[in-house]
């Protein structure tokens, strides 16, 4: 069933620079669900090297950049950097310093290959290190919220939680390290509250390219060196969208939490977005996580066909085996990076074992990638996570 589509240019919803905007209009609820070999192109397992010193959790900080892999743990039992070659080998840990316990943000400066770990929401400083693991610099100043780097520019901005004047609600996005809201963007809204768990925006990288989300209006910002490149603008269905008026009228603000408290089906906005040539993947985010959880879905901008990320099947282009966690409760970002060109996810190796168990059960399978012939074969559950990287179909 093909789901509720259009797509064009919007003069409206131009911005005071004329940025180009695209708009689209989805209906989640009629997400396709499809097979892998009707999405995918190419699947690779890569089994990240299993010691102790490359142990780390599910929710570290993933980043992939042609020939290296990086993990930067930052969890209670350690901080530190895990370099990968593109086989999954260690080829390096970084142990952080034990005074930076709040160390936890990563980027990459892809011309350079350089490596920086910041703390960007509380200390504008980081350390460098080059893709040998290497420190270059060990206290480099950037821009306060610096949350990345375009060639020699970085990517920042700052968020103002509670409001300085009643005529001016706003956060502003910085750019450069220099406000530019008049030539990039004035993001408005109401910010005398804070709801649980709520990003005002989150920027993702797919390689070189950035992309900005904004909560409650459903637009993805692609952004280049001179600021806003394009915008993609996403139309849901009434039952599923806030008012067109949230951020505005008075009757929501200071009462956004009872809102969603009362409307528990509505999305909030679209998190952990990636991009790949002719497809974004992004999370469906609802405030209320308990009853309705989140949804990852996959949109072809060439077709619009709107894909379940949840209910794409596998089938014999990766002998029958799963790609990413779906236990949503405890891991909600199966999505973890994108190079550019594919998107990455873990998979823990246990749940690569009971699904090959179950396939030879059923006589489903007895195929496996060679590179998990130790993990399946000798059942080492306790093994690290597994990379999958995907290349998904430029059209589907």
């Known amino acids: 069933m093909l789901f509720w589509l259009a797509s064009s240019l919007s003069a409206a ?15 989640p609820a009629h997400a396709q669900h499809k097979t892998m070999q009707e999405v995918v192109e190419e699947i690779e397992y890569i089994p990240l090297e299993s010691s102790k010193k490359s142990e780390f959790s599910i929710n570290s900080h993933v980043v992939v950049d042609n020939d290296r892999i990086m993990v930067y743990h930052f969890f209670t039992n350690g901080r ?30 892809r011309e350079k290959r350089e490596i920086y770990i910041s703390i960007a929401d509380h200390k504008p400083s980081a350390r460098v290190y080059n893709y040998d693991g290497e420190l270059l610099l060990d206290d480099h100043t950037l821009p306060a919220g610096t949350c990345g780097k375009l060639g020699d520019s970085y990517i920042s901005y700052q968020v103002h939680r509670y409001r300085y004047d009643k005529d001016t609600p706003y956060d502003l996005l910085y750019y450069k390290g220099k406000e530019v809201s008049g030539k990039w963007m004035h993001y408005k809204r109401d910010t005398s509250e804070l709801l649980r768990g709520e990003n005002d925006m989150q920027v993702r990288f797919s390689g070189k390219l950035p992309i900005l989300s904004t909560i409650y209006n459903y637009k993805l910002h692609f952004l280049g060196e001179a600021g806003v490149d394009s915008v993609y603008r996403f139309v849901l269905p009434k039952n599923l969208s806030v008012p067109d008026d949230f951020l505005d009228n008075k009757l929501y603000i200071g009462k956004k939490y009872e809102f969603f408290k009362d409307n528990p089906a509505k999305i909030a906005s679209f998190q952990n977005h990636y ?70 996810t873990l998979v823990a ?48």
């Open 275 to 344: 991009h790949t040539p002719n497809n974004l993947v992004f999370k469906l985010d609802h405030h209320d996580f308990y009853g309705h959880g989140v949804t990852d879905v996959i949109y072809n901008t060439i077709t619009g066909t709107l894909v379940n990320l949840e209910f794409l099947q596998p089938d014999q282009t990766n002998d029958f085996l799963p790609f990413f966690e779906k236990d949503y409760f405890f891991n909600n970002t199966n999505i973890v990076a994108s190079d550019g060109t594919n998107i990455y």
């Open 13 to 27: 919803a131009q911005s005071e620079d004329s940025v180009l905007t695209r708009e689209f209009r989805i209906s």
């Open 80 to 109: 530190y950097l895990l370099l990968f070659d593109s086989n999954g080998k260690l080829t390096k840990r970084v142990d952080m310093p034990k005074e930076l316990k709040n160390n936890r943000h990563i980027f990459l400066n």
């Open 349 to 396: 190796p246990a749940t690569l074992i009971e699904a090959y168990r179950n396939n030879k059960a059923n006589n489903i399978t007895d195929k496996f990638p060679a590179s998990l012939e130790k993990i399946l074969k000798n059942e080492r559950y306790t093994d690290n996570y597994v990379l999958v990287r995907i290349k998904l179909k430029p059209k589907f």
